[in-house]
């Protein structure tokens, strides 16, 4: 399967470095392996090898390779002026890829070594468009909602009979995040309160959806508000969950108001069937939203919407700080909801649209497009 982002990386190499993150094994080893047979002399060095290590260190790589990729070089000190100083004297036609972890990410988010040399791309999991061919929309929907979209489990849900897939994705699910909390959450932010970060991601898993009150979840932990957002925060930057915020054309005022979130896996989160459902259509809105941020330069934004007295959208998705669709998503009611009524009046300008898993008939009732939800996630971007 050749993932999303191939064309627009090999465009981007002809100009600059690039640097690809993502969620752990979300497969971004694999796609730039994919990349690599595109080239002549492709060269793989992850600095977690010794002997790649010592080549990198002493940058004793073949000197006319046509494709550098550097893996987890951000764990090397001071990575970023190494890897400009090997960029500002490499190789006349050679094209270097960078690939590493949500700290990869953090850290390239400091400092300005590397201003205007590197185009950024975000690695998120399979979606139903990119399922086409492998499996009918409809299909491509259950199976993420049963078993995310994670490359492993995901794949192999379409080998493997009903019973030996359920059971291989949740040994993959256990190992996962066993690992996620023992080594990355450690490793990333030093916490020593690993217990609390666990009870935390457990309560998350059943908040899916619906605004998070930090007040709350931190009285239930006998935390401060502050710590349960520092928490949330790292969780986020580690690409386990990603927070929705409310649209508002004052962007200070929207940070100011509760997130929603939302697990890049969906088959984690714990909840009724409509809720999983939401959440895989979230994933898809961010997948959405990031691809045409990052290889198009839009300003392009996922946002919900609510009102004082909660009148909520479930999904907004914006561009240039204005709505361009107001999305409601159901399992299966097609009863337009009062509030999707009430924003497309007040907003006649911005598509309203209502997504529907289980739905036989498409149809349109005063502006509002009640659609089938598994065909319009194929016509997404990504």
């Known amino acids: ?198 009870t935390l991601l457990e309560i998350l898993r059943t908040k899916v959806g619906s605004p998070l009150s930090f007040n709350s979840i931190a009285q239930d932990l006998q935390v401060s508000p502050n710590t349960i957002k520092k928490y949330v925060n790292i969780l986020d930057s580690l690409y386990i969950i990603f927070q929705v915020r409310p649209f508002h054309k004052n962007i200070a005022r929207a940070i100011l108001k509760e997130p929603k979130i939302y697990f890049y896996d969906s088959s984690y989160v714990k909840a009724n069937e409509g809720v999983v459902f939401e959440n895989t259509v979230a994933v898809s809105l961010l997948k959405h939203t990031q691809f045409l941020q990052d290889s198009f330069g839009k300003n392009s934004y996922l946002h919900y919407l609510r009102t004082k007295d909660n009148k909520e959208i479930d999904f907004v998705l914006s561009e240039n700080e204005t709505p361009q669709k107001f999305i409601e998503v159901k399992l299966s009611d097609k009863q337009i909801t009062p509030s999707l009524k009430y924003f497309s009046t007040r907003y006649p300008d911005v598509e309203s649209i209502q997504l529907v898993h289980n739905l036989k008939q498409e149809e349109e009732r005063d502006s509002i497009k009640l659609l089938n939800a598994s065909r319009w996630l194929t016509e997404l971007s990504a």
């Open 1 to 198: 399967m050749r993932r999303y982002l191939f064309d627009q990386i090999l465009k981007d190499l002809a100009k600059k470095m690039v640097f690809i993150t993502g969620p752990r094994q979300v497969g971004k080893t694999y796609l730039s392996k994919q990349i690599m047979t595109q080239y002549d002399k492709p060269q793989y060095l992850n600095y977690d090898n010794f002997t790649d290590r010592k080549i990198i260190i002493e940058q004793t790589w073949i000197q006319n390779s046509d494709l550098l990729i550097f893996d987890e070089i951000h764990k090397m000190k001071d990575w970023k002026n190494y890897l400009k100083g090997v960029f500002d004297t490499k190789y006349k036609n050679q094209s270097i890829l960078v690939t590493g972890s949500a700290r990869l990410n953090t850290f390239r988010q400091t400092g300005n070594s590397l201003a205007g040399r590197y185009f950024h791309h975000r690695l998120n999991p399979l979606s139903v468009r990119e399922l086409i061919g492998s499996v009918e929309p409809y299909e491509a929907v259950n199976l993420l909602n049963e078993f995310g979209g994670f490359p492993e489990p995901l794949l192999q849900s379409l080998q493997l009979s009903k019973e030996e897939a359920l059971a291989e994705s949740t040994r993959w699910k256990n190992q996962y995040y066993t690992d996620l909390i023992r080594e990355d959450i450690f490793e990333f932010s030093r916490i020593t309160e690993l217990n609390v970060m666990k």
